[in-house]
Nanobody, 119 residues
Framework: QVQLVESGGGLVQPGGSLRLSCAASGSIFSINAMGWYRQVPGKQREWVATITTGGSTNYADSVKGRFTVSRDNAKNTVYLQMNSLKPEDTAVYYC?????????????WGQGTQVTVSS
């Protein structure tokens, strides 16, 4: 089992920055990749960014060039640095840990942290 806890959300003005953190505990050695997702009420959860154990990263087009995902293996923590924030970035942000075991994939989710971009 893996436990994930997000933090760092809050209210920020358009153009501002926030850094989200996702602290992992438990059987973290089994995690192959960590991802960030976001969700607004009434819409499906949307993928934002992924970082693998090897450090490879990928981003949704909507955040490319503005968001940066990174990891600190010593702290078992993944970060999402969000710059040039826009009102449309307002959402609950979740981190996800993915474990691939053979042909099966197990996903672990945090509880989410609210990000509100508003003047």
């Amino acid at each position: 089992q893996v436990q994930l806890v997000e933090s760092g959300g809050g209210l920020v003005q358009p153009g501002g920055s926030l850094r989200l953190s996702c602290a992992a505990s438990g059987s973290i050695f089994s995690i192959n990749a960590m991802g960030w997702y976001r969700q607004v009420p009434g819409k499906q959860r949307e993928w934002v960014a992924t970082i693998t154990t090897g450090g490879s990263t990928n981003y949704a087009d909507s955040v490319k060039g503005r968001f940066t995902v990174s990891r600190d293996n010593a702290k078992n923590t993944v970060y999402l640095q969000m710059n040039s924030l826009k009102p449309e970035d307002t959402a609950v942000y979740y981190c996800k840990g993915s474990e691939v075991a053979g042909t099966s994939t197990y996903n672990y989710w945090g509880q989410g942290t609210q990000v509100t971009v508003s003047s």
